[in-house]
């Protein structure tokens, strides 16, 4: 492709992704000023539309990028866009408002992700399996209560309330704690068995009550957790956009952003290292072959926990999208340490 095709096609789509209306020859003449004729122009839109980059919707109308132009605009045409010191701020600023807990990071990543792309966002929390024991401890509730805390390495937290067995005093459910910790501690949750924990019975007390009762409550803490959580954000912003006024479009969309484990398996297909963009038909999943993915994962102490994306039409801003991903990419996992998690 030749420079004066690059720059025509670049200038269709980005006008395409501002109005959601087709391109002619003599919009992209008077908005761009390429310096050649909208008859020039309208030559090279037909040689583009031979070689696939763009589409007619009708004959009367303009043109509209393809798959395959997307593609090319993403890989080849957009220069990078990083973010002003003003939207980090703006970025930073939120989560010391909004976060109090870990289970609001990823919510409130969610929301940060719809509000600033204006498309559905779908933040993959860590799995626990993934991530190693750090520590468990008791807090007291009251006379007859307490809370029972497991923590993971990535800063993961489960908590219930228990109820202290009779004849139980504080100070033993501290001990069963510190035992417990002492063989656990740096060992994956996947790894956590229940012969494992019976091995460690003689070195917490030799009661077989008490020893049962903790057992069940490590068990079942780490129950809760041995699958991946996908929180969204910005699901009814999906109906703003034109290409989604077709009821059977959002129907089949909506339906899949209910399917968690569906949205799971999705996230997962495309890990890697940096900002990964798929269009259309690329996606795996025939209820987005009209939408485009741009997902990055992040990491905690250079382990990869997790997974932000934004979800949204073909004709999504590519260049601010990325950059906003590109920003989470390198920073989710410092804004999770940071706040203590």
Request: proline fraction near 4%; include cysteine; hydrophobic fraction near 40%.
């Amino acid at each position: 492709m030749d420079e004066r095709k690059r720059k025509i096609l670049q200038a269709i789509i980005d006008d395409y992704i501002s109005t959601a209306e087709p391109v002619g020859s003599r919009t992209i003449a008077r908005k761009y000023n390429l310096g050649v004729s909208p008859a020039t122009i309208r030559n090279e839109m037909a040689d583009l539309e031979l070689l696939g980059y763009l589409e007619q919707p009708h004959t009367s109308a303009g043109r509209i990028p393809s798959a395959k132009g997307y593609r090319f605009y993403v890989d080849c045409l957009l220069a990078p866009q990083p973010l002003s010191e003003k939207e980090i701020a703006l970025i930073e600023r939120w989560y010391q408002t909004k976060v109090r807990r870990l289970e609001e990071v990823f919510q409130e990543t969610a929301k940060i992700l719809s509000r600033i792309t204006r498309n559905i966002s779908l933040v993959l929390a860590p799995q626990l399996s993934q991530c190693a024991f750090k520590y468990m401890q008791f807090l007291p509730l009251d006379e007859r209560r307490a809370i029972l805390v497991v923590v993971s390495d990535t800063g993961f937290v489960e908590n219930k309330i228990i109820e202290i067995p009779e004849g139980i005093g504080f100070q033993e459910l501290q001990k069963i704690a510190g035992a417990i910790n002492e063989r656990l501690a740096g060992l994956a949750f996947d790894r956590i068995k229940s012969s494992l924990l019976r091995e460690i019975k003689h070195d917490i007390i030799p009661n077989r009550a008490l020893f049962e009762t903790a057992l069940e409550f490590i068990k079942d803490a780490l129950a809760v957790e041995r699958k991946d959580r996908v929180y969204t954000g910005g699901t009814t912003q999906v109906l703003d956009q034109p290409e989604f006024r077709d009821v059977d479009k959002v129907r089949g969309l909506l339906a899949m952003l209910e399917e968690e484990q569906l949205l799971v398996d999705i996230l997962h297909m495309r890990e890697s290292d940096g900002v990964v963009v798929t269009i259309g038909g690329e996606n795996k999943y025939t209820g987005i072959h009209d939408c485009s993915m741009v997902q990055a994962t992040y990491r905690v102490d250079g382990q990869v926990v997790g997974t932000v994306a934004v979800l949204g039409p073909t004709r999504m801003e590519y260049g601010r999208i990325m950059s906003v991903l590109e920003f989470m990419h390198r920073h989710l996992g410092q804004i999770l340490k940071k706040y203590g998690i």
